[in-house]
């Protein structure tokens, strides 16, 4: 069960997703860079947002309540 | 055709409560009970050719551009044939081709990543009450405009979004808790995908041939299947709970869902005939005080 929750959470999706794909996407747009230079930033910036995302429950930091838009029936 | 109108207003004037029940019954049952076997080919084939995007990126046979306007298309058509099923179109329980129904139900909805059983049951909460602040499953989708809806949508994707519990408090209250097992091997085996993916190098493909693609058919989905067609979603019962739109994207780019009226009425009536079926309802639905906007 813990597994699962892990495998769900945001910390797993920064660094088994984004991590990679900012990498990817920095080399792709750099072709200098060295690859560990691109996946160590990549998961520097992902694992960053993950723990926001953890903590707060949200990637964006805000959160919809919190900017007064709830619709009329909540 | 005024005068025919005038006087299909005027007949249906005459009419008592039951009689006019009766007529809008029969009217209806013209369109049910067929097999929609273009949905059939339309679930299937909108999967193989999803499926089909990935090698053919991969193999630098067609542009990731295009590979990604392709799949947004094919995950954003997922959602349909699925519904279909579940309101078990193709086939009832009992009937030869059931089997197909459930066929098509399983394996439209695999690129948007939801389980049928989970939609199909929780589904039926929503056409069962819709709109009600508690027990509409989709209720979470209501907002003041069409920009308040995409807000809304986008937060209540994010981790700690009480709204992406409805589903789950869904099927607990209704007895089918074990059905959201399916929901978490749905996902993990996704998320498990994508990892792999990414971390063999194929992170950007990902991205935008399922990750992106999903986002983008999720709002759009939500927009036209929740949003529009129970805006401004205060009302309940069965002729006020859902309108009959004009959108400006027309019939076909809104997904059909300009007579979703129709389907919420009669949801055994096969998508592709709910604009016929609407048509000829539409005097019995402005007796009855229905919300139709322009259309």
């Given at each position: 069960m813990k597994l699962i929750e892990l495998l769900l959470s945001p910390i797993a999706f920064s660094i088994g997703f984004l991590a990679p794909l900012l990498a990817q996407v920095m080399l792709a747009m750099n072709t200098e860079l060295s690859m560990p230079i691109a996946y160590g930033t990549g998961l520097a910036i992902s694992i960053s947002f993950g723990i926001v995302a953890q903590s707060r429950g949200s990637w964006l930091w805000v959160k919809d309540h919190e900017l007064g838009n709830e619709s009329d029936h909540e | 055709m005024s005068q025919t109108m005038n006087k299909a207003t005027v007949s249906l004037d005459s009419l008592n409560e039951a009689e006019l029940d009766v007529l809008e019954r029969k009217i209806a049952g013209k369109y049910m009970?067929?097999?929609?076997w273009g949905v059939v080919v339309w679930g299937i084939g909108n999967l193989i050719a999803w499926l089909a995007v990935w090698p053919l990126v991969l193999m630098d046979i067609i542009p990731l551009w295009l590979g990604f306007i392709l799949a947004t298309l094919n995950v954003a058509l997922s959602y349909l044939p699925s519904h279909e099923a579940q309101h078990n179109i193709i086939a009832s329980k009992g009937q030869p081709l059931r089997w197909l129904n459930e066929l098509v139900g399983h394996l439209s909805t695999i690129p948007l990543v939801s389980p049928y059983r989970v939609l199909r049951y929780t589904h039926y909460e929503h056409h069962s009450h819709t709109n009600d602040p508690q027990l509409d499953p989709d209720f979470n989708v209501h907002a003041n405009s069409g920009w308040h809806f995409l807000w809304k949508s986008i937060m209540n994707r994010q981790p700690g979004s009480g709204t992406g519990k409805a589903y789950p408090e869904t099927l607990k209250r209704t007895g089918k808790e074990h059905m959201i097992l399916d929901a978490v091997i749905y996902q993990g085996v996704y998320l498990v995908i994508m990892f792999t993916l990414a971390w063999a190098g194929y992170a950007i493909e990902a991205a935008l041939l399922w990750w992106v693609p999903k986002q983008i058919a999720t709002t759009y989905i939500e927009y036209y299947l929740s949003w529009a067609p129970h805006h401004p979603g205060n009302e309940q019962g069965r002729y006020t709970d859902t309108r009959g739109f004009k959108s400006r994207l027309g019939n076909l780019l809104s997904m059909g869902m300009q007579y979703h009226i129709i389907h919420h009425l009669y949801p055994r009536i096969p998508l592709s005939l709910t604009p016929a079926a609407y048509r000829e309802l539409k005097p019995i639905l402005q007796r009855r005080a229905c919300n139709l906007g322009e259309l």
């Open positions: - | 009970n067929m097999v929609p």
